[in-house]
Protein backbone atom coordinates (compact mmCIF):
# COMPACT_ATOMS: atom_id res chain seq x y z
CA UNK A 1 0.00 0.00 0.00
CA UNK A 2 2.80 2.84 1.15
CA UNK A 3 4.77 1.66 -2.46
CA UNK A 4 1.41 2.61 -4.72
CA UNK A 5 0.79 5.74 -2.53
CA UNK A 6 4.67 6.68 -3.26
CA UNK A 7 4.37 5.66 -6.17
CA UNK A 8 1.35 8.51 -6.91
CA UNK A 9 2.32 10.91 -4.60
CA UNK A 10 5.81 10.98 -6.90
CA UNK A 11 3.47 10.96 -10.65
CA UNK A 12 1.55 13.55 -8.98
CA UNK A 13 4.70 15.52 -7.83
CA UNK A 14 6.67 15.04 -11.03
CA UNK A 15 3.41 15.78 -13.61
CA UNK A 16 1.02 18.14 -11.45
CA UNK A 17 -0.99 18.58 -14.78
CA UNK A 18 -1.51 15.10 -14.59
CA UNK A 19 -3.33 15.80 -11.06
CA UNK A 20 -4.99 18.21 -12.40
CA UNK A 21 -7.01 16.77 -15.26
CA UNK A 22 -7.44 13.38 -12.48
CA UNK A 23 -8.79 16.00 -10.22
CA UNK A 24 -10.87 17.49 -13.07
CA UNK A 25 -12.44 13.92 -14.43
CA UNK A 26 -13.25 13.04 -11.00
CA UNK A 27 -15.18 16.41 -10.55
CA UNK A 28 -16.72 16.66 -13.49
CA UNK A 29 -18.40 12.99 -13.13
CA UNK A 30 -19.59 13.79 -9.63
CA UNK A 31 -21.06 17.28 -10.26
CA UNK A 32 -21.44 17.42 -14.01
CA UNK A 33 -20.92 21.18 -14.47
CA UNK A 34 -17.67 21.78 -16.52
CA UNK A 35 -16.98 25.37 -15.90
CA UNK A 36 -17.01 23.97 -11.81
CA UNK A 37 -15.13 21.33 -12.18
CA UNK A 38 -11.74 23.48 -13.90
CA UNK A 39 -12.37 25.51 -10.84
CA UNK A 40 -12.05 23.05 -8.25
CA UNK A 41 -9.20 21.17 -9.75
CA UNK A 42 -7.32 23.98 -10.06
CA UNK A 43 -7.95 25.02 -6.33
CA UNK A 44 -7.51 21.33 -5.32
CA UNK A 45 -3.66 20.98 -7.85
CA UNK A 46 -2.07 24.33 -6.56
CA UNK A 47 -0.60 22.50 -3.99
CA UNK A 48 0.93 19.87 -6.45
CA UNK A 49 2.08 22.60 -8.49
CA UNK A 50 3.90 24.35 -5.23
CA UNK A 51 5.58 20.72 -4.69
CA UNK A 52 6.49 20.40 -7.98
CA UNK A 53 8.09 23.70 -8.41
CA UNK A 54 10.64 23.18 -5.19
CA UNK A 55 11.61 19.51 -6.69
CA UNK A 56 12.50 21.46 -10.37
CA UNK A 57 13.99 24.12 -9.19
CA UNK A 58 16.00 21.76 -6.95
CA UNK A 59 17.01 19.67 -9.40
CA UNK A 60 18.02 22.56 -11.78
CA UNK A 61 20.10 24.32 -9.10
CA UNK A 62 20.54 22.04 -6.16
CA UNK A 63 19.67 24.17 -3.71
CA UNK A 64 16.25 24.17 -1.68
CA UNK A 65 14.12 27.38 -2.66
CA UNK A 66 11.93 25.90 0.16
CA UNK A 67 11.97 29.82 1.87
CA UNK A 68 11.62 31.23 -1.17
CA UNK A 69 8.67 29.22 -2.05
CA UNK A 70 6.79 30.02 1.31
CA UNK A 71 7.32 33.75 1.12
CA UNK A 72 5.74 33.72 -2.28
CA UNK A 73 2.63 31.69 -0.88
CA UNK A 74 2.65 34.36 1.75
CA UNK A 75 3.10 37.28 -0.61
CA UNK A 76 0.35 36.10 -2.85
CA UNK A 77 -2.32 35.52 0.18
CA UNK A 78 -0.77 39.13 1.50
CA UNK A 79 -2.24 40.49 -1.88
CA UNK A 80 -4.93 39.07 -2.71
CA UNK A 81 -6.20 39.54 0.62
CA UNK A 82 -5.41 43.57 0.50
CA UNK A 83 -7.23 43.28 -2.75
CA UNK A 84 -10.46 41.41 -1.65
CA UNK A 85 -10.58 43.98 1.27
CA UNK A 86 -10.32 46.89 -1.08
CA UNK A 87 -12.67 45.57 -3.26
CA UNK A 88 -15.49 43.78 -1.06
CA UNK A 89 -14.58 46.24 2.09
CA UNK A 90 -15.47 42.83 4.15
CA UNK A 91 -13.31 39.90 4.64
CA UNK A 92 -15.46 36.45 3.43
CA UNK A 93 -13.21 34.11 4.45
CA UNK A 94 -14.59 31.37 1.87
CA UNK A 95 -14.04 33.79 -0.86
CA UNK A 96 -10.74 34.61 0.54
CA UNK A 97 -9.52 31.08 0.57
CA UNK A 98 -10.60 30.18 -2.89
CA UNK A 99 -9.18 33.48 -4.12
CA UNK A 100 -5.86 32.36 -2.72
CA UNK A 101 -5.44 29.54 -4.27
CA UNK A 102 -6.55 30.52 -7.86
CA UNK A 103 -3.30 32.80 -7.36
CA UNK A 104 -1.51 30.57 -5.95
CA UNK A 105 -2.46 27.88 -8.76
CA UNK A 106 -1.65 30.64 -11.73
CA UNK A 107 1.30 31.73 -10.00
CA UNK A 108 3.03 28.29 -9.68
CA UNK A 109 1.47 27.03 -13.13
CA UNK A 110 3.53 29.61 -15.14
CA UNK A 111 6.46 28.82 -12.43
CA UNK A 112 6.19 25.11 -13.28
CA UNK A 113 5.70 26.08 -17.40
CA UNK A 114 8.94 28.62 -17.16
CA UNK A 115 11.03 25.85 -15.22
CA UNK A 116 10.01 23.19 -16.99
CA UNK A 117 11.08 24.33 -20.03
CA UNK A 118 14.28 26.10 -18.60
CA UNK A 119 15.67 22.70 -17.03
CA UNK A 120 14.69 20.90 -20.63
CA UNK A 121 16.85 23.36 -22.45
CA UNK A 122 19.95 23.17 -20.06
CA UNK A 123 20.15 19.96 -19.50
CA UNK A 124 19.52 19.56 -23.80
CA UNK A 125 23.07 22.14 -23.79
CA UNK A 126 24.84 20.95 -21.18
CA UNK A 127 28.45 20.29 -22.19
CA UNK A 128 29.86 17.30 -19.81
Request: aromatic fraction near 22%; proline fraction near 1%.
Amino acid sequence: MTTAFSWVFATFATLPILAWYVIYIFTVKRIKNKKRAIRLASDFSAIWFIISVYFISFEIWSRSFFWFICLTVIMIAMIVTWIHWRVSGDLVVSKLFRGILRMNFLIFFLLYILLSGYGLISRVFQIG
